[in-house]
């Protein structure tokens, strides 16, 4: 846990999010600027920065955490067409908010990869 991450404050429920799913180990919450009809981001409730932070130790709370969000995708109605899944990892990977996110985004065919 860090006290001054947003993700974690949003997991803990200190800072409001329209939350999908929550168990345990995750959070899934709806991504406040959507770039897609649906746009989902699915965090550990554990604190790691990024997803080059994971060690061995982090092996199942990893697997769950794809596993839920496919989970989480379901119950957003993605199932059936799909959806895009990404975890951008620092600076060159985009990454802005320094706590695992998986993002899903779906409802709209999202294209092919265009790295710009
Ligand atoms: P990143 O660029 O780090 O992979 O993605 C961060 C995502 O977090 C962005 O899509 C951004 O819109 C979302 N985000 C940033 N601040 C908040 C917030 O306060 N609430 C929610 N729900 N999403 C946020
Ligand atoms: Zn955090």
């Not at 969000?69 to 957003?76: D, G, N, P, S, Y």
């Not at 709209?108 to 710009?116: A, E, F, K, L, N």
């Given at each position: 846990m860090s006290d001054d991450c947003l993700f974690c404050k949003i997991a803990r429920g200190e800072i409001p999010s329209k939350k999908i799913y929550e168990d345990e180990h995750v959070f899934a919450f709806h991504d406040i600027n959507p770039q897609a009809p649906v746009h989902a981001l699915v965090i550990p409730k554990r604190h790691i920065a990024t997803l080059d932070d994971l060690t061995e130790a982090d092996r199942e709370l990893a697997g769950h955490l794809l596993?839920?969000?496919?989970?989480?995708?379901?119950?957003?109605?993605?199932?059936?067409?799909?959806?895009?899944?990404?975890?951008?990892t620092r600076s060159h990977g985009g990454q802005e908010v320094y706590h695992i996110h998986v993002h899903i985004l779906g409802g709209?065919?999202?294209?092919?990869?265009?790295?710009?």
């Open positions: 596993e839920r969000t496919t989970h989480v995708a379901r119950e957003l109605g993605l199932g059936q067409n799909g959806y895009r899944t990404m975890i951008n709209r065919p999202i294209g092919r990869m265009v790295c710009t």
